[in-house]
């Protein structure tokens, strides 16, 4: 299979290497049976640079060029942990990322441009190379009716539409930063290209074989 996975920014932030290898343990023995593409989201570091922006005036997309940077260290700390097994920087285009998995190579990649999660950016990388599964490894344990953070009532999804997704992804506030699962642009991308989705809690590194071969407690989007 072809395997994608967003992988929360929050859920490499602050590890140690222990904890990094771990991850890329889960990796590499994914990439022995499938193709896999990781794109790292910016996580802690680029929620604190961005607040810091905004007090100084910037605007959303001076904030999203700075996510983008963050991602993008992340990406590469990633690429350390996987060593060899990895392409040796992070993609910084679809075609480029394709080209890359040559080789069996896991391709790991950060944002792409301002407006764009890292959630639509798997979701277009999704599409682009015809992934076989979409995986999105957060920092909540799949979908809900609102943020399980802020309402203790919130409502977790076993399975959901892709539509119904995109309907509860409408809600969403559109800013450099924001905490969602699943952000609007990524579920109208997974909706109109069928991509079969997992969402599972990342801070389990095994979720990330359960995500792709079953056996998780996530959400299921199809």
């Given at each position: ?7 929360g ?5 602050g590890?140690?290497a222990?904890s990094?290898k771990?991850y890329a ?8 049976e499938?193709?896999?593409f990781?794109v790292?989201?910016?996580?802690k570091i680029?929620?604190?640079y961005?607040a ?13 060029l700075l996510?983008?940077g963050a991602?993008r260290?992340?990406?590469m ?6 060593g060899?097994a990895a392409a ?11 080209s890359?998995s040559a080789g069996?190579?896991i391709v ?7 407006g764009?999660?890292?959630?639509a ?7 682009y ?18 943020d399980?953070e802020?309402?203790?009532g919130?409502e977790?999804?076993d ?5 119904d ?6 809600e969403?506030?559109?800013k ?15 909706e109109?290209s069928?991509?079969f989705?997992?969402?599972v809690?990342g801070?389990?590194a095994?979720?990330?074989?359960r995500?792709?071969e079953?056996?998780h407690?996530g959400?299921?989007?199809?």
């Amino acid at each position: 299979m072809i395997l994608v996975y967003s992988l929360g920014g929050s859920i490499l932030a602050g590890r140690d290497a222990e904890s990094l290898k771990e991850y890329a343990t889960a990796l590499k023995n994914l990439a022995l049976e499938h193709q896999v593409f990781v794109v790292v989201g910016g996580g802690k570091i680029a929620r604190e640079y961005i607040a810091k922006a905004r007090a100084l005036q910037a605007g959303e997309a001076f904030c999203d060029l700075l996510g983008i940077g963050a991602t993008r260290l992340n990406a590469m700390l990633l690429i350390a942990a996987l060593g060899r097994a990895a392409a040796p920087e992070p993609s910084e285009s679809y075609a480029g990322a394709l080209s890359a998995s040559a080789g069996g190579k896991i391709v790991v990649l950060g944002g792409m441009a301002p407006g764009q999660t890292t959630d639509a950016v798997a979701a277009l990388l999704a599409e682009y190379v015809g992934a076989d599964r979409l995986i999105v490894a957060t920092s909540v344990d799949g979908v809900y009716s609102a943020d399980p953070e802020v309402d203790p009532g919130a409502e977790k999804f076993d399975k959901m539409s892709a539509r119904d997704l995109v309907r509860l992804a409408m809600e969403t506030e559109m800013k450099a930063g924001s905490r969602s699962p699943v952000d609007p642009l990524a579920a109208k991308i997974i909706e109109r290209s069928s991509i079969f989705t997992v969402v599972v809690h990342g801070a389990d590194a095994k979720n990330l074989k359960r995500g792709a071969e079953g056996g998780h407690t996530g959400t299921e989007i199809s």
